[in-house]
């Protein structure tokens, strides 16, 4: 298993899914290329940690309704809410997250028809996911 890192955290995956980074954000893409996952961290503006309550703030300005997400826990240190929808034929499942000292936003998409190809090994990357040691 290969081990992508990025200031925040870690993840664990499987040897055969690949990385990108950008500026914004760190992609996992499946051997085939048919799904993605996408992971941006976020810190809060005025320097200090960020709360659950910045959380519950942010999934509430991107304009989702939280009656339509489910409380999560993702690995050992980020717990939020996951929310799956369908966009012009696109699969979506998203987590908005809280760990450390920072938000992380998770999304993976994919072709709706391919909804259920990765959805055990996606959730078995996620689960992998650690907060970095704040040292």
Not at 4 to 9: I, P
Not at 79 to 101: A, C, K, Q
């Amino acid at each position: 298993m290969q081990e992508v890192e990025s200031d925040w955290w870690f993840i664990g995956l499987p040897e055969e899914w690949c990385t990108e980074q950008d500026d914004d954000s760190i992609l996992i893409f499946d051997q085939d290329e048919l799904g993605c996952i996408s992971l941006s961290s976020l810190q809060a503006e005025n320097g200090k940690a960020a709360t659950e309550k910045d959380l519950l703030d942010l999934i509430k300005e991107v304009g989702i309704p939280i009656k339509n997400g489910k409380v999560c826990k993702i690995g050992d240190d980020y717990r939020g809410w996951e929310f799956e929808t369908v966009e012009e034929g696109d699969y979506i499942r998203e987590w908005f997250l809280h760990g450390g000292s920072h938000l992380l936003l998770v999304s993976y998409a994919c072709a709706e028809d391919d909804r259920d190809m990765d959805r055990a090994a996606v959730d078995q990357i996620l689960d992998t996911l650690r907060v970095k040691s704040e040292e």
